[in-house]
């Protein structure tokens, strides 16, 4: 597994990196509120992104010819949206809403070199949530972190995602299973993938130190299928129930997974 092990400079600038995206995050979700705007939500990061010395690595990604790039360096997702929302200023945050707020950074950013990548992200209720919604977050972010405690050297791929998928399995939500978390950074997605459920056939990958991952559990109130919007970017769930997803870099060592995205406030 060499080939997804980075070098000592690499993790060092993930894990400082990491720690600024983690402040960014948290202080974009402390800005989210009711009549704020999804647009408000992408100026304020990218303002906080170039102001740490980074750059928005969603901000033009492409996934290829035939595809618009992305246009934002924040994905803003609300409601029936999983992933990749783009932030518009139609997109009004009204009371009881889920927030899913994505954000990835290139950090140090200085031209003619290449920096490093982390990504994380958070769903957060807009004024006041329902009980149900609540619990939907929290178990995402719960099933998140049953599988940062499975990652460490010597375990595998499949104990991560053995560890999400169980956290969730007795609520009865839909996990997603077209998108997966994946390693990061060198580039903004890498292999290897990491699915949070556990399916027939599903690759042996050990886990060794230097690995950097980016696990995100995307869970649904209801089924797991999702489609993609006439934008070739936003994903909705298929029936129109309510999302959550939560996402942290990690670096894989001896004695666990260090988690380098971690906000300040959090614990």
Request: with cysteine; hydrophobic share 40%; glycine share 12%.
């Amino acid at each position: 597994m060499k080939r997804f092990v980075k070098s000592d400079e690499a993790v060092a600038a993930i894990r400082e990196g990491g720690k600024l995206l983690g402040e960014i995050l948290e202080k974009i979700g402390a800005a989210v509120r009711v009549g704020a705007t999804a647009l408000q939500m992408d100026e304020l990061a990218q303002h906080l992104i170039r102001d740490c010395g980074g750059r928005p690595s969603f901000l033009g990604y492409s996934i290829g010819p035939r595809y618009p790039a992305y246009p934002a360096a924040l994905c803003v997702s609300v409601n029936d949206e999983v992933v990749h929302g783009i932030p518009k200023a139609s997109t009004v945050f009204a009371d009881g809403d889920i927030v899913g707020l994505d954000i990835g950074m290139e950090w140090p950013f200085k031209k003619g070199t290449t920096g490093f990548y982390t990504d994380t992200a958070m769903s957060v209720g807009v004024g006041q949530v329902s009980e149900r919604d609540q619990k939907l977050m929290d178990r995402t972010r719960a099933a998140l972190f049953a599988g940062i405690a499975a990652a460490r050297g010597g375990a595998d791929i499949r104990d991560v995602s053995r560890a999400i998928e169980g956290s969730l399995t007795p609520f009865g939500y839909g996990i997603v299973e077209d998108l997966v978390g994946h390693g990061v950074g060198y580039g903004v997605h890498e292999d290897p993938q990491v699915p949070n459920y556990v399916y027939r056939g599903a690759p042996s990958i050990p886990l060794v130190p230097q690995m950097v991952l980016a696990l995100e559990p995307m869970v649904n109130h209801g089924g797991r299928a999702v489609v993609t919007d006439r934008d070739h970017w936003t994903i909705k769930t298929a029936d129109g129930s309510r999302s959550a997803h939560f996402e942290h870099t990690i670096i894989i060592t001896t004695a666990g997974a260090e988690i380098v995205t971690l906000r300040p406030r959090e614990t």
